[in-house]
């Protein structure tokens, strides 16, 4: 199920979700001495890292990971990373943690086995979950494309993070699975555009998961998912 949230400007849109979000970390907070949010990358969310940067939280209390980051260098342009090191690791939310999902040259067995234990000791199940989506209708690292997309949304998949290669896509990745996601109480369709609109649309109009697999959570009966969009 979801609820569609329309706002008038992004600038609204960045100020209210931040304000959402600050609220249920605080609540996390208060009820279990610390919280963890998973938010994603690409070119949406800068607006909204500023103002949630700007909250007044507990930060240090907070865990901050991506729901999906591209296997290249920290610094490059293309990593997520970074994006949010300098967007929301910044102002009052400088003292949040930070739960590194690239770690190390290759993504190996190994490497993704600790990252697994380490996410589970640290953060899951996630307090919330900031969502993107493609054009194709791929949320988090979970590409239609890819050959790894019936186990990223098989919802008996024991692997929080999986590793994914899209064909259509650059940089192998690594992604919270959506067995993973969908344990998140409080999960957010952060989308913005009229393009964005019409693949939501699309999205919203029939099932396959596989063809677009942000349809595994608009239309899940469990998982609450609150789309915010603007122009
Ligand atoms: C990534 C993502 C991805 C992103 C969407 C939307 O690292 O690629 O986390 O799921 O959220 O592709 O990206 P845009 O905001 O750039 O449209």
């Known amino acids: 199920m979801y609820q569609l949230n329309n706002f008038d400007s992004r600038e609204q849109l960045d100020e209210s979700l931040a304000d959402n979000i600050s609220k249920i970390l605080e609540s996390s907070i208060t009820l279990k001495g610390k919280a963890s949010i998973a938010v994603s990358g690409g070119s949406t969310p800068k607006g909204f890292f500023k103002a949630l940067s700007n909250k007044s939280i507990d930060w240090k209390k907070v865990t901050i990971t991506l729901a999906d980051e591209r296997w290249v260098d920290i610094n490059s342009d293309d990593s997520n990373t970074r994006l949010v090191h300098e967007n929301l690791l910044v102002n009052k939310a400088a003292s949040a943690k930070f739960f590194h999902l690239k770690q190390g040259d290759e993504l190996c067995e190994e490497t993704l086995a600790d990252l697994n234990l380490a996410a589970n000791n640290a953060l899951l199940p996630l307090d919330v979950v900031i969502l993107g989506m493609g054009e194709d209708g791929h949320t ?21 993070l999986m590793k ?20 998140s109480k409080n999960v957010f369709l952060h989308v913005c555009g009229d393009n964005k609109k019409q693949v939501l649309d699309q999205a919203l109009s029939t099932h396959n998961i596989f063809e677009m697999p942000i349809r595994a959570f608009l239309h899940s009966d469990v998982i609450d998912t609150q789309i915010y969009w603007a122009k």
Request: hydrophobic share 40%; aromatic share 8%; glycine share 2%.
């Open 164 to 183: 994914i290669q899209p064909k259509t896509a650059p940089h192998q990745r690594i992604t919270f699975s959506f067995a993973a996601l969908k344990e």
């Open 140 to 160: 988090a690292s979970l590409f239609p494309c890819s050959d790894e997309i019936e186990q990223g949304l098989d919802v008996t998949n024991i692997n929080a």
